[in-house]
């Protein structure tokens, strides 16, 4: 069965840092590629961030750019999310989901891991 | 404000039909990049619906289905069930600078 589990999320000072680990299982890990995506409470679903199946291509949505950095280890079958200088507005449900293992950028995203909570908060 | 645009409620009797738009500009569906929809039940995570505008992953009902029209993409829904109340969400391809993969702000579909 292919299945993504998050972990790390929790609740975390504004400006602190915290990082989030998807651990994948039931397929080649190496060949697909990957992407984070998160959702405020109550709000809608916004990607951030994008990695190749070899991490040589990273993108970022303007709202993490400079504060998170996203990273993979091929070897551990797991993705990874590393946020910094957290904002209150950074408080969200944060999923793992797989692309597709062409490199096609226009792929689904299928499946998607069941979501860590990160909430940012004094 | 999302890049794609989707109605934020529908609703419909059991039984019946609905549709739910998605709206893009020349960037994203305009620019002919494929369409998806996904599914999420209240407190679970989404779950891919329909991908390329209109195929249907292995396990999701016929009633579901989707369809494009130049710039905007639909997904229609028949027979409705109880078990159909969900929020729905359209995602594409962005090729502008700001965004690259780019989701409708979602709609929630009530069965009355």
């Known amino acids: 069965e292919v299945q993504l589990v998050e972990s790390g999320g929790g609740l975390v000072q504004p400006g602190r840092s915290l990082r989030l680990s998807c651990a994948a299982s039931g397929f080649s890990f190496r060949q697909f590629q990957m992407t984070w995506v998160r959702q405020a409470p109550g709000k809608g679903l916004e990607w951030i961030s994008y990695?190749?199946?070899?991490?040589?291509?990273?993108y970022y949505a303007d709202s993490v750019k400079g504060r998170f950095t996203i990273s993979r280890d091929n070897a551990k079958n797991s993705l990874y999310l590393q946020m910094s200088s957290l904002r209150v507005e950074d408080t969200a449900v944060y999923y793992c989901?797989?692309?597709?293992?062409?490199?096609?950028?226009?792929?689904?995203?299928?499946?998607w891991g069941q979501g860590t909570l990160v909430t940012v908060s004094s | 404000q999302s890049v794609l645009t989707q109605p934020p409620s529908v609703s419909g009797a059991p039984g019946q039909r609905v549709t739910i738009s998605c709206s893009g500009s020349?960037?994203?569906?305009?620019?002919?990049?494929?369409v998806h929809w996904y599914q999420q039940l209240p407190g679970s995570a989404p779950k891919l619906l329909i991908y390329n505008y209109i195929n249907r992953p292995s396990g999701v009902p016929g009633r579901f289905s989707g369809s494009r029209s130049g710039t905007s993409a639909s997904l229609a829904i028949t027979g409705l069930q109880a078990d159909d109340e969900a929020d729905y969400y359209c995602q594409s391809y962005d090729r502008s600078l700001s965004g690259r993969w780019v989701f409708g702000g979602g709609t929630k579909l009530t069965v009355l």
């Open positions: 020349s960037s994203n569906i305009g620019a002919g990049y494929d």
């Open positions: 990695i190749s199946s070899g991490g040589g291509n990273i």
């Open positions: 989901a797989r692309g597709d293992a062409s490199g096609n950028f226009e792929s689904p995203f299928d499946p």
